[in-house]
């Protein structure tokens, strides 16, 4: 598990590089870019995250600590919906080549501020239950709280091989409108995703 | 030849790629999928792209600038024509952007208007409440549940619940317990096990007495109205429950509501993305309208140095040519107006080629002709010389300059009357030639000149050149004329020998036969004459007798024996016989020490050195303090070295009219003598390479002056050449 964590944290590293240079470039072209906030909410975390074998399922609960900048706040009761998502990857560990994933699942929550009731709506897109919140912060725990989520059949895992699970949390910057998605490309607050958590799958 | 146009498709592959890449970036623009996709990456290639234009700009701008500067042909006009091309370009380009810009500006801003934002603000506020007056109703009809529900207890509330549920409108009635725990519940769907809890956060208000009204909404079944209010403790329910009821809201007010509220948010989003909205437009726009500026730039650049090439390489082709490389050919592309140009700018090179072919042909044709020539001058043995109707010295053959003691080589291109200064002997011959330089009539004289080598005679020639100028053939005679000289002196002294000499003894003998046998028998007076006239014939006939020897002695043509010879020696000896038996005059010598040896027939020069001495004293026979001074001396003269031997008297000095003839046998002043002195030294100095020449002045003497050859010592092979040349 360390090791994946290192690996990891590399990745995270390397990642961070390019995303440093895409920013550079894109701030190259991005003349008339105001100059930045301090709007530092604080990182994204995820705080727990387990996984249970029942009836021969292994079930995912997580946990998020959604962290969002004044700036996500703004636009939330701007009427900008934020698609927050918690992404699952199941994979085996191979010798010489990359590993293999073998599940890759999203939960995501649509969230919402609507200005008629005044509240936070989220709804699950995976089975569509829509809950309302007269706070953000019980939004945000809703949304980044997932509890006995079915990630894969235990059957699908051969013994003698071994795999691990890794979750991680983001905002889909896809689901932004489309000239959000050029700030939030250049803007840092707007990005919100978690470094890979990563657990033992026996 | 023919330019290639490959060089065009780089620039129509960089446009289409930018075509491709401005059409995909728009169309990523309006593609959310697509956006997500490509749009980052082709914003990434849209830099590169423009980096690379940049670059390729960048080097185009250094090379033109280092060729503007170091003066390459054409760099200035494609200078020019790359500052029009960027200002045309610019300027438009400039005026549209700054338009769309703020075109783009006010089409967004024009989308906001304050009355449709107070307008929605009403409409939220009118639905909301509309909204209020269904949770105000619904408020009412739970609070006389609760108080219904209150008095009954907790195992009957099931059923008093189904009851109040049947009698309300009520969607949903649950009852809760203090811990939260359903008690009961009524109304609930059947595709859910549980009724719906709101959050803790109601539960633990509404447990404090609070009553919760609110809007939830839901997932199919649109808005509903959730009311949590407390039932009142009783003495049967000592422990307080909550009562939660869900009441439906009218479909139509809930649509309306809906969109309104969705009118709204999509309004204020719209508000928000305004600033996004627009740096996102200008961006796409600014990097637009920077790849097509920058592309036209580069192609500006591009075409300008295609249009320049042809000049570029005219010019170059020009400076070829005026180098001499006529070989330069241009390539000719398209045959437009620049095309023709090469064209003919090839045809002249072409022709121009030829054309100095042929002259070289033409050209080595008179070298091959003119070696030739001068081939045949160099070997002629007459001097050749031409000149210009200036007197230049045009061209000269080798015999030339060997008649002339002079390598005249060295003077060709100057004028021969300059030459006559530096050369004394120069300026007889130019004075020949002078008068018929400007006729064009042949000529033909002899001439006489006085060199280092002594006298020459030239037989001279000279031919106008239809080119102006002359040519002048000349010829030394000296040798010739004196041989026909000599040999015609030694007939005459041979003849003399013979027909005079054989008669001489009968003479001198019968003369004295006569005195014997008359002698006797006369008398005395008799006796005296016969006696003085018999004396006389033979005094006369001795005398005859010497100048008859002396005749054979001039004709005969001795045996050479020569030997190097210590020349001071030999003078100083001889000289010192006539120091010691002169009584008339004095013999003094100067000897100069750095004298060579000469190579000379000893006894012969000893007897010139004699006859000139005897010569000089002669000549100062009853002069008071008569001298005759005898020297040496060494000369350098033409790159020879030469002995020169003086015999200088203080007499009166030698008549005008004899010099020209004064080494002729049988010349002479002197009442004394047979005239043969003279022309014997000459004869002896010629036998041993020499020459001699005399010098006077009338009342002031005379000197007559041997030039002897040096013994041949490294260096002065040149003046041994001219001695057998000259011989």
């Known amino acids: ?202 | 030849m023919t330019r290639p146009s490959a060089g065009l498709w780089p620039m129509i592959g960089l446009f289409g790629l930018l075509l491709v890449l401005l059409y995909l970036l728009s169309d990523a623009s309006h593609n959310a999928a697509r956006f997500q996709q490509l749009y980052i990456v082709l914003l990434l290639l849209s830099s590169l792209f423009l980096l690379s234009l940049l670059i390729l700009i960048g080097l185009n701008l250094v090379s033109l600038i280092r060729n503007v500067v170091s003066g390459a042909p054409g760099s200035r006009i494609t200078l020019r024509m790359m500052t029009a091309f960027i200002v045309f370009a610019l300027a438009p380009a400039s005026i549209v952007y700054v338009f769309s810009i703020q075109m783009l500006g006010r089409g967004i801003d024009s989308w906001f208007d304050v009355r449709v934002e107070n307008a929605l603000v009403d409409a939220l506020e009118l639905s909301r409440a509309s909204l209020d007056f269904y949770m105000r109703a619904a408020l009412q009809k739970t609070e006389p549940m609760a108080r219904k529900l209150s008095e009954v207890p907790n195992a009957m509330t099931a059923l008093s619940l189904s009851d109040i549920d049947r009698a309300s409108d009520a969607l949903e009635l649950t009852v809760l317990g203090n811990d939260h725990r359903i008690v009961a519940s009524s109304g609930v769907p059947g595709d859910s096990m549980f009724p719906r809890l709101p959050s803790g956060s109601v539960l633990r208000l509404v447990s404090q007495g609070d009553t919760y009204v609110g809007l939830d909404p839901q997932n199919q079944a649109g808005l509903q109205v959730r009311v949590v209010t407390q039932i009142p403790a009783t003495r049967g329910n000592p422990e307080p429950r909550l009562l939660l009821a869900m009441f439906p809201v009218s479909s139509r007010i809930g649509n309306l509501g809906e969109s309104v509220e969705a009118a709204f948010s999509k309004y204020n989003e719209l508000v928000y993305l305004r600033s996004p909205l627009k740096q996102s437009f200008v961006l796409t726009l600014s990097l637009v309208l920077l790849l097509a500026v920058l592309f036209a730039v580069w192609a500006a650049f591009y075409s300008a140095q295609r249009l320049m090439a042809p000049i570029r390489d005219l010019a170059m082709g020009t400076r070829a040519v005026a180098k001499g490389e006529y070989h330069q050919r241009l390539p000719v592309g398209k045959l437009d107006d620049l095309g023709m140009l090469l064209l003919s700018f090839n045809q002249m090179t072409e022709q121009l080629s030829k054309a100095r072919d042929a002259a070289d042909k033409s050209q080595r044709l008179v070298e091959r002709q003119r070696a030739s020539l001068q081939t045949i001058l160099d070997h002629l043995s007459s001097g050749v010389i031409s000149l210009d109707d200036g007197g230049v010295l045009r061209t000269v053959n080798l015999t030339a300059g060997q008649i002339l003691n002079l390598e005249l080589d060295r003077y060709l291109g100057r004028r021969l009357e300059d030459l006559g200064d530096e050369h004394p002997m120069l300026r007889g011959f130019y004075n020949t030639l002078d008068p018929h330089l400007g006729d064009h009539r042949d000529w033909r004289e002899q001439i006489e000149l006085l060199g280092p080598t002594g006298r020459k005679i030239l037989v001279c020639g000279g031919v106008a050149l239809p080119s102006g100028g002359q040519v002048v053939v000349f010829d030394d005679v000296t040798a010739l004329i004196q041989a026909q000289r000599d040999a015609a002196w030694a007939e005459v002294a041979r003849r003399l020998a013979h027909e005079i000499k054989n008669p001489l003894t009968p003479i001198q003998l019968s003369a004295e036969r006569l005195q014997r046998k008359l002698l006797p028998n006369l008398e005395a007076p008799h006796a005296e004459v016969l006696c003085r006239s018999t004396n006389t014939i033979v005094q006369q006939v001795k005398a005859m007798k010497s100048m008859v020897n002396a005749f054979a002695e001039y004709a005969r043509t001795p045996a050479m024996d020569v030997r190097p010879l210590d020349f001071n020696k030999l003078i100083h000896d001889i000289a010192e016989m006539y120091h010691s038996n002169s009584a008339d005059a004095e013999v003094v010598v100067h000897l100069d020490p750095a004298v060579a040896e000469v190579e000379v027939d000893a006894g012969r020069i000893r007897q010139l050195v004699h006859n000139l001495i005897k010569n000089a004293l002669e000549a100062l026979e009853g002069r008071a303090e008569g001298v005759v001074d005898v020297s040496t001396r060494c000369i350098e003269d033409s790159g020879c070295q030469f002995v020169e031997l003086e015999v200088a008297d203080n007499g009166t000095g030698i008549p005008e009219d004899l010099m020209e003839h004064l080494f002729e046998p049988y010349v002479t002043s002197k009442v004394k003598g047979n005239g043969l002195g003279l022309a014997i030294v000459k004869k002896i100095a010629e036998e041993n390479g020499g020459v001699v020449w005399a010098d006077s002045v009338t009342g002031e003497g005379a000197k007559i002056r041997v030039r002897l050859q040096a013994a041949v010592r490294p260096g002065n092979r040149i003046g041994s050449e001219l001695r057998r040349g000259s011989a």
């Open chain 1, 1 to 202: 598990m360390i090791g994946k964590t290192e690996l990891s944290r590399r990745g995270t590293a390397a990642r961070a590089r390019v995303r440093l240079v895409f920013a550079l470039v894109a701030a190259l072209l991005c003349v008339a870019n105001g100059p930045a906030r301090a709007d530092n909410p604080g990182e994204t975390s995820i705080t727990y995250a387990g996984i249970n074998s029942r009836h021969g399922t292994y079930l995912l609960d997580v946990l998020v600590n959604y962290q969002i900048s004044r700036a996500l706040k703004e636009a939330l009761t701007s009427g900008v919906h934020l698609e927050l998502v918690i992404r699952a990857e199941v994979l085996r560990e191979n010798a010489w080549l990359p590993d293999t994933a073998i599940v890759e699942k999203e939960f995501r929550f649509r969230l919402h501020y609507n200005a008629l009731l005044e509240k936070y709506l989220v709804k699950n897109e995976n089975n569509g239950d829509l809950e309302s919140f007269s706070d953000l912060a019980a939004a945000l725990r809703y949304s980044g709280k997932l509890l006995n989520a079915k990630l894969l059949s235990a059957s699908r895992l051969e013994p003698e091989e071994t795999y691990y699970c890794q979750v991680r949390a983001m905002l889909d910057q896809a689901g932004l409108s489309l000239p959000l998605r050029m700030v939030a490309f250049i803007k840092p607050v707007w990005r919100i995703k978690t470094d890979w958590y990563v657990l033992p799958l026996r």
